[in-house]
């Protein structure tokens, strides 16, 4: 059977028995929703930290949220944050009732005359933010525990999920090396009956989502000729944290053929950080577009993207920031010679920090313990028959497609268990 692969950035995935953050043995999970004042409306990526730690986690698109909290941490406060909307924080013993619900308000930005709110320049402000990287972000090495989840869907079924904790070695972001990375944990399931004559793997795993770090990684976005492929305009102001943010609306300009990048950067007005960014591929020629991301494919097919889009958030510790939250969505269209109907296929990957450490002692991954970048995540990784699979690591709680998924290859493997008996 003829195979063929999406690629956008290599990489691949080893099970490694170890990790940095031992697994805690006592811990107390809390949960709940954060929804917006008023409307209800759930809100999808909202950040959860626990004060005075490294610990956290963001809501899933239904607005829900998993907490683990080691017992040693008591009395502790919950700040919850959403661009846009005005930070709130509540104890974290009133989360213990996962029906808990949080509720955020919208922040009105206080009016003002243009030149006030407005940067003078908005091309400068962009080269500032990422020319002064090594000053505002990470500058020294860190450890970090991360929850990693890809999904692929044929229109709206799943056929594929894969999900791992991973340990991320970051250099500071002044820094040339690479970023390093080995898996602790994994567990994926294929339903190939769904797929098709066709079989679709997503080459890259985790890295694909950390490579979204446009201040670590600017050259697949806004390398130094890049920026001035651009056209950078102010489109108003916005909150986060209590802090004024600075929208700037980006887009290649006309004069440019190859595909590039359109969206927002959402910058901190006062100390010139990118705290979020949100953009996608202009699909301008769906020829070019496809070869950026199919690898492989039979030859009486014909396949291209229609949709590439992609999302990074920062947080601020003591000053600095650091990487915190990434997500990928790719659409296609499969097309093949002879048939009345094309198939519709989505991918989409996330991967959010959980925890961190200074990396003090300046350890890193011997090689055979580092994610090459050329292997796809392993598709024997098991564990979906265990419900307590990911012990006291912190995950992004399943919408409610996946957990249905899920409990659906639980099922399937209780059957496969009672008939080898």
């Given at each position: 059977?003829?195979?063929?692969?999406?690629?956008?950035?290599?990489?691949?995935?080893?099970?490694?028995?170890?990790?940095?953050?031992?697994?805690?043995?006592?811990?107390?999970?809390?949960?709940?929703?954060?929804?917006?004042?008023?409307?209800?409306?759930?809100?999808?990526?909202?950040?959860?930290?626990?004060?005075?730690?490294?610990?956290?986690?963001?809501?899933?698109?239904?607005?829900?949220?998993?907490?683990?909290?080691?017992?040693?941490?008591?009395?502790?406060?919950?700040?919850?944050?959403?661009?846009?909307?005005?930070?709130?924080?509540?104890?974290?013993?009133?989360?213990?009732?996962?029906?808990?619900?949080?509720?955020?308000?919208?922040?009105?930005?206080?009016?003002?005359?243009?030149?006030?709110?407005?940067?003078?320049?908005?091309?400068?402000?962009?080269?500032?933010?990422?020319?002064?990287?090594?000053?505002?972000?990470?500058?020294?090495?860190?450890?970090?525990?991360?929850?990693?989840?890809?999904?692929?869907?044929?229109?709206?079924?799943?056929?594929?999920?894969?999900?791992?904790?991973?340990?991320?070695?970051?250099?500071?972001?002044?820094?040339?090396?690479?970023?390093?990375?080995?898996?602790?944990?994994?567990?994926?399931?294929?339903?190939?009956?769904k797929l098709d004559t066709v079989a679709l793997k997503l080459q890259g795993g985790p890295f694909n989502t950390l490579y979204v770090d446009l201040i670590r990684y600017p050259q697949y976005v806004f390398s130094e000729n890049a920026m001035n492929e651009y056209d950078f305009k102010f489109n108003g102001t916005t909150y986060i944290d209590n802090r004024l943010i600075y929208i700037v609306d980006f887009n290649q300009l006309a004069t440019i053929t190859s595909p590039l990048y359109k969206g927002k950067l959402y910058i901190d007005a006062t100390n010139k950080t990118l705290t979020s960014a949100i953009y996608q591929l202009n699909i301008t020629d769906r020829n070019l577009a496809?070869?950026?991301?199919?690898?492989?494919?039979?030859?009486?097919?014909?396949?291209?993207?229609?949709?590439?889009?992609?999302?990074?958030?920062?947080?601020?510790?003591?000053?600095?920031?650091?990487?915190?939250?990434?997500?990928?969505?790719?659409?296609?269209?499969?097309?093949?010679?002879?048939?009345?109907?094309?198939?519709?296929?989505?991918?989409?990957?996330?991967?959010?920090?959980?925890?961190?450490?200074?990396?003090?002692?300046?350890?890193?991954?011997?090689?055979?313990?580092?994610?090459?970048?050329?292997?796809?995540?392993?598709?024997?990784?098991?564990?979906?028959?265990?419900?307590?699979?990911?012990?006291?690591?912190?995950?992004?709680?399943?919408?409610?497609?996946?957990?249905?998924?899920?409990?659906?290859?639980?099922?399937?493997?209780?059957?496969?268990?009672?008939?080898?008996?």
């Amino acid at each position: 059977m003829k195979r063929f692969k999406f690629v956008f950035i290599l990489a691949n995935l080893v099970l490694i028995s170890t990790s940095i953050f031992a697994q805690k043995e006592s811990f107390r999970e809390y949960g709940g929703v954060v929804l917006e004042e008023g409307s209800n409306k759930p809100l999808a990526l909202a950040t959860l930290s626990v004060e005075n730690t490294n610990t956290s986690t963001i809501t899933n698109t239904d607005g829900e949220f998993s907490l683990k909290v080691p017992l040693t941490t008591k009395n502790a406060q919950v700040v919850v944050s959403f661009l846009g909307y005005e930070t709130k924080t509540v104890p974290l013993t009133s989360l213990k009732n996962k029906e808990n619900k949080i509720y955020l308000t919208v922040a009105v930005t206080q009016l003002a005359p243009v030149d006030i709110n407005a940067p003078k320049n908005v091309e400068r402000l962009v080269w500032e933010v990422f020319s002064k990287k090594g000053e505002k972000y990470f500058d020294k090495p860190t450890i970090m525990t991360a929850f990693y989840r890809e999904t692929i869907k044929k229109r709206r079924k799943n056929v594929s999920l894969s999900e791992a904790v991973v340990t991320i070695y970051k250099s500071p972001y002044e820094a040339d090396r690479k970023d390093a990375m080995k898996i602790y944990k994994a567990r994926k399931s294929t339903d190939y009956s769904k797929l098709d004559t066709v079989a679709l793997k997503l080459q890259g795993g985790p890295f694909n989502t950390l490579y979204v770090d446009l201040i670590r990684y600017p050259q697949y976005v806004f390398s130094e000729n890049a920026m001035n492929e651009y056209d950078f305009k102010f489109n108003g102001t916005t909150y986060i944290d209590n802090r004024l943010i600075y929208i700037v609306d980006f887009n290649q300009l006309a004069t440019i053929t190859s595909p590039l990048y359109k969206g927002k950067l959402y910058i901190d007005a006062t100390n010139k950080t990118l705290t979020s960014a949100i953009y996608q591929l202009n699909i301008t020629d769906r020829n070019l577009a496809a070869k950026l991301f199919v690898r492989r494919k039979p030859a009486n097919v014909d396949v291209w993207p229609t949709e590439v889009a992609y999302r990074v958030d920062y947080r601020e510790q003591n000053g600095k920031w650091y990487f915190g939250y990434s997500n990928i969505l790719m659409e296609f269209k499969v097309d093949w010679k002879g048939k009345l109907f094309n198939s519709v296929y989505s991918m989409a990957a996330e991967m959010a920090i959980t925890d961190w450490e200074n990396n003090t002692d300046g350890a890193n991954l011997k090689n055979r313990e580092k994610l090459k970048s050329s292997i796809i995540l392993a598709d024997e990784a098991d564990g979906f028959s265990d419900p307590d699979f990911w012990g006291a690591y912190n995950i992004i709680e399943p919408e409610k497609s996946i957990e249905n998924a899920i409990k659906k290859i639980q099922r399937q493997l209780k059957r496969e268990e009672r008939k080898g008996a």
